[in-house]
Structures are given as structure tokens and as C-alpha cells.
């Protein structure tokens, strides 16, 4: 199954989506996704497991999970005990921040999750309760669309993330919490996630990752799409468009630096590149790059 890209219907001038308190099991799900706009999901009741970049997470009840744009990411609901969540999603073109003389970014706490491999948060009761009354304030401003309801709901959603990021701290107690919520998995599977993300420009087939784990190829099959939701082609192919968009926004804009672009994330040729890459985002590398 190849990855799913969701799509937002929202207003040019507001990059902003929600999806308030939905229920969902293990059939309505939606399969692995990615999308360019961050996300905070917040869990009322049940719970599950969260395939989320490098890390599988068994998260319940007073969870906040954080996924930074551009991470592939999966919900695996458990039938006997559905899970009630909200989903704010947001470009970070929305947080236009004007230094106050600190560090503070609303941005900072999803991108250090990035940098520890850390998409987790378990809040205590107090801090339950403020994300609850401010997602329900989102939810009547977006709802009745009274004068400034946009404003109202962005100062809702930047009082989320200011409370988030004061909880989002990385001291060694935090970590080991956040720790306590990962899912066992071979060992095997933690190191190859880790190879595949600094060895894209390798060839990454099914027998070769196998046989460095030291398992057989069908076994390995097995337990990859179990753990992740995908199989191993469209798992690289992915990682590959996301480092491939990454380097599309850093670099120069030129069609020779496309090429090169093309080859350092383990494209054989650029045609090939250039189909797997629309395929994934509805648009070519060049329209990406000048459309950012």
C-alpha cells in the first residue's frame, strides 16, 4: 500500500484544519500519511499504538502526540477500546513569531521532538484539562464564525502551544517517561529504521536490509509492515521524496541541482524521480520548490 497524502480544506488566508472529538477504530482509520502541516493530537478516551517517523508509541487516555510536518506517521486503534481524539493541523505559516527578547518559538517543541526521536507527551489532570477547554474553544469559534473567530481560534491554538512547550521538558525524568510509553520491538527493527534514514543513497531492497539484520527476508517483511503499516519499498521511497523535499528548499533553483538532488536521495534516474515524487506530493520538484 503505497503512502497516503492528505489533503486540507481550509482558507488561503487561515492554514488551519481541525477534526474534533472523532472516534475512531482500526477500519475507519486512516493508513500511513504524511502532510506538510504540523499536528497536535490530543486523546479523550481509549487509546492505541502510533507508528511516528522512527519510533511506535502505545499512547491512551491524556496523551498529547506531536508530529512535525513532513513525518510518516499511523494510528493502529485497538477494536475493544476505540480511541476519542481531536487533531489540530496547521502550516507553520500561520505562526508569524516576533522575538519578545527570549528563545520561545511556538514551533521549538516539535522540532526538538524531531531531534530526540520524542512524539509523546503524558500530561497530568490540571494540564488535561486546560488542552480540553481550549480545543473546545477552537471548536465554538471555528463552529460559529462569529467576527474574528480566526483570530480568537489562532490565540487558542498559540495557548495550546505555549502550554505544550512548558510541558515538553528534556530533562532525563522526561525522557524516561516518555521512554516508558514506546512499544517493545526487535532490536533489529530500531537499528534498520535508524539505517534506512542515514543510508538513503544506498540500495535498500528487501534482501539487503534483511541479511543486515541478520533475519530472513520474509520475516522481515513481516514484522516491517506489521510494526510500521507499510512495506519496505514504499517506506524507502517515502524517506526518500521527504529528504528530497528538504534539499528542493535549500538548494538553488536550477534543473542540474533537481539531478543532483535526485541522485543523493537514492534515485536511479530522474524520470523516475519525478513520477514517485508526484505521485506523493500532486506536484513536480520544480512547482514545489518555487511554490514554496
Known sequence: MELYHKKFQYDAEFPFDYSFRDTKSAQNELPDHIHDWYEIVYIYSGGGTFFIDQGIYEARAGDVLLIPGNTIHRSFPVDADPKTSTALFFSPSLLHHQPLGDSFSYLRLFELARRHRSYLLTLDTQQQGRIVELIQHIHLEMSHRTVGYRQAALLHLQHILLLLSRCRMYDQSERGASESNRVSVPSWMNGILRYIEDHLDDQLGLAQLAERSSVTPSHFSRVFKGLTGMNVTDYVTTKRI????????????????????????????????HRRFKALTGTTPAKYRRGM
Open 242 to 273: 521527504i529528504r528530497a523535499k528538504e534539499l528542493l528548499l535549500e538548494s538553488d533553483r536550477n534543473d542540474d541541482n533537481i539531478a543532483a538532488i535526485a541522485a543523493s536521495c537514492g534515485f536511479d534516474s530522474l524520470p523516475h524521480f
